[in-house]
Nanobody
Framework: QVQLVESGGGLVQAGGSRRLSCAAS????????MGWFRQAPGKEREFVAA????????YYADSVKGRFTISRDNAKNTVYLQMNSLKPEDTAVYYC???????????????????WGQGTQVTVSS
């Protein structure tokens, strides 16, 4: 089992940048594929980015491609989401999620993830 704690959220102006972190407990972090999702008020949770266990494969939602970068440091049990060129429509609670999975496969389907953090709010002002 793994516990996830997000940090790094806050208020940022449009066009600015923010880096989110997700710290995972446990000694098997490198066995997990990780994902970032977000949920805006009144909307369903949506996929943002995912990364496989080694960091060698990444996948992005079209809405963030070219602006956001997902990465991980297995030595620090942490996954990151670097967000650049932020827009007001990026405002949401951002969640990290984990699924125990080795190999190349990663997914944008939230139903495939078993563990979730509590979320961190990102607000982008115009």
């Amino acid at each position: 089992q793994v516990q996830l704690v997000e940090s790094g959220g806050g208020l940022v102006q449009a066009g600015g940048s923010r880096r989110l972190s997700c710290a995972a407990s446990g000694r098997t972090f490198s066995s997990y594929a990780m994902g970032w999702f977000r949920q805006a008020p009144g909307k369903e949770r949506e996929f943002v980015a995912a990364i496989n266990w080694s960091g060698g494969n990444t996948y992005y939602a079209d809405s963030v491609k070219g602006r956001f970068t997902i990465s991980r440091d297995n030595a620090k049990n942490t996954v990151y989401l670097q967000m650049n060129s932020l827009k007001p429509e990026d405002t949401a609670v951002y969640y990290c999620a984990a699924v125990r999975r080795l190999g190349w496969t990663i997914s944008g389907d939230p139903l495939e993830y078993d563990y979730w953090g509590q979320g961190t709010q990102v607000t982008v002002s115009s």
